[in-house]
């Protein structure tokens, strides 16, 4: 029988490595995963407690959960399933992270190495905030977003639902990103970008 009372990851490859890393780091009793089939690579020794998304998982063996994917529309979706069984959503926070007392979280969040999240940064749920980005004061990151590697968002930036900031771009003070947005990696963006669109380049551009 599985320890209710232990925690399981959903997700068991690639991006969730780096989330059970940060787990393991906080001391996070994770014991369990759940992917579609059993994992033939588990580096982390932990074990395999089903198919979330089958009807014959058993909802009743565990009440805690930690997300470990990394596609932003899944991530939502697995979030909202979680949710409506009425179990727990943790934030896995990595311990080098900085982060002010004056910012503020919703649940499902991933904070990774070396991030800095700066005085009334306002965060969703079910973001990840990627290693080494920097938030600046009084941005939000509505629920979804997934801020990459390196990424620089100055003061007051909103990013919204399902958003992607890709690797070591810069966002201008103040801009607004649209739901569903794709930043390509090394981009500086000057001007707000409307919903699911996808702009690149220095200064950013609409590509699609």
């Not at 009793?29 to 979330?52: H, S």
Request: net charge neutral; hydrophobic share 40%; proline share 3%.
């Amino acid at each position: 029988m599985p320890d209710k009372n232990s925690i399981a990851i959903i997700g068991y490859s690639g991006h969730s490595f780096v989330v059970l890393d940060a787990a393991k780091q906080m001391n996070l009793d994770v014991k369990y995963y759940c992917e579609r089939n059993q994992a033939t690579f588990n580096p982390f020794e932990i074990n395999y407690l089903g198919d979330e998304g089958s009807d014959s998982f058993d909802w009743n063996s565990i009440d805690q959960f930690i997300l470990g994917i990394g596609d932003n529309k899944i991530r939502q979706k697995v979030a909202d399933l979680i949710l409506s069984k009425k179990k727990i959503l943790l934030n896995v926070v990595h311990p080098s992270s900085v982060i002010s007392n004056y910012a503020t979280f919703g649940v499902g969040n991933f904070v990774a190495a070396n991030v800095t999240i700066n005085a009334l940064a306002k965060i969703g749920n079910n973001c990840i905030l990627n290693t080494g980005c920097i938030i600046e004061h009084e941005c939000v990151i509505e629920s979804g977003a997934h801020i990459a590697p390196g990424a620089v968002l100055a003061g007051n930036v909103f990013v919204g639902e399902n958003s992607f900031i890709g690797a070591n771009s810069v966002v201008k003070q103040g801009v607004k990103i649209g739901n569903g947005v794709t930043v390509g990696a090394g981009s500086v963006v000057i001007k707000d970008i409307p919903d699911n669109e996808i702009w690149a380049g220095n200064p950013a551009k609409k590509l699609k």
